[in-house]
């Protein structure tokens, strides 16, 4: 079967990047489908390309684990499974728990202003409807924090999650009936920070993550179903 997406060239990006975004979007919204061979060959073919991008592109995927290399039968698509989602996020809690907490010691007024900032951004483009918009914008509102914590090494650890975990954002994303609760969530989280709560701002970090697993785990169940 031909994948049904298109390659979006941009000519700021090298070649490699392009391709590697373009499978990526392609995996996110669907068009990919879980379990999916990916064919080095029909790729470079379909985006008019050679295969060197398409595999290079295909090795970054797999540390995003939005692809799996199986032993003597190539790539596929990774499958959305509970045990993959419960693995990242509970990491993920007890990073952003030590995130939150030096935040609170840590953040400037200026930060603060980004926070909200990033807050607002996030609220003007969920009426886009566009998922990956969304949920990038959720991204550059945790991204600040991380950098108000103003540990390197921590930072590090949870941009790398953050790449194994966006798949699981873009599918709690696209749910809006979780648009209110989020932004509620996100007022809190600046709130608790700006007054150094730590406590407070623990509790209302875990909850946030904890409604993502459960509202994702939902959507894996009813899949599966």
């Given amino acids: 079967m031909t994948p049904n997406f298109q390659v979006n060239m941009n000519e700021y990006l090298p070649l490699r990047d392009v391709v590697f975004n373009t499978l990526r979007q392609a995996i996110l919204k669907g068009e990919l489908k879980p379990g999916e061979r990916l064919m080095e ?10 295969r060197t991008p398409i595999r290079e592109a295909i090795r970054k995927l797999e540390l995003e684990g939005l692809v799996l290399m199986i032993p003597r039968k190539g790539a596929e698509v990774a499958e959305i499974t509970e045990k993959s989602l419960r693995d ?27 926070l ?26 945790h991204d600040v924090i991380y950098r ?11 941009n790398n999650l953050g790449e194994q975990m966006y798949r699981y954002r873009v599918e709690y994303l696209k749910n809006p ?28 970090v875990c909850e946030h993550i904890d409604n993502q697993v459960a509202a994702v785990s939902d959507v894996i169940r009813t899949k599966q179903g």
Avoid at 116 to 141: M, N, W, Y
Avoid at 148 to 158: E, F, P, S
């Fill in 41 to 50: 060959i029909q790729l470079a073919n379909k985006l008019g390309v050679s």
């Fill in 88 to 114: 990242v996020l509970e990491v993920r809690k007890a990073l952003e728990e030590l995130s939150v907490q030096l935040a609170c010691e840590r953040i400037t007024k200026d930060m603060v202003k980004e």
């Fill in 116 to 141: 909200e900032k990033a807050a607002e951004d996030f609220r003007r483009i969920l009426k886009s409807g566009d998922v990956t918009e969304i949920a990038q914008a959720d991204v550059q509102f």
């Fill in 148 to 158: 108000a914590a103003d540990n390197q090494r921590l930072m590090q650890l949870l």
């Fill in 177 to 204: 009936e979780v648009f209110g609760q989020l932004l509620k969530e996100h007022e809190e989280i600046i709130c608790h920070i700006r007054k150094g709560e730590k406590e407070k701002a623990v509790k209302i």
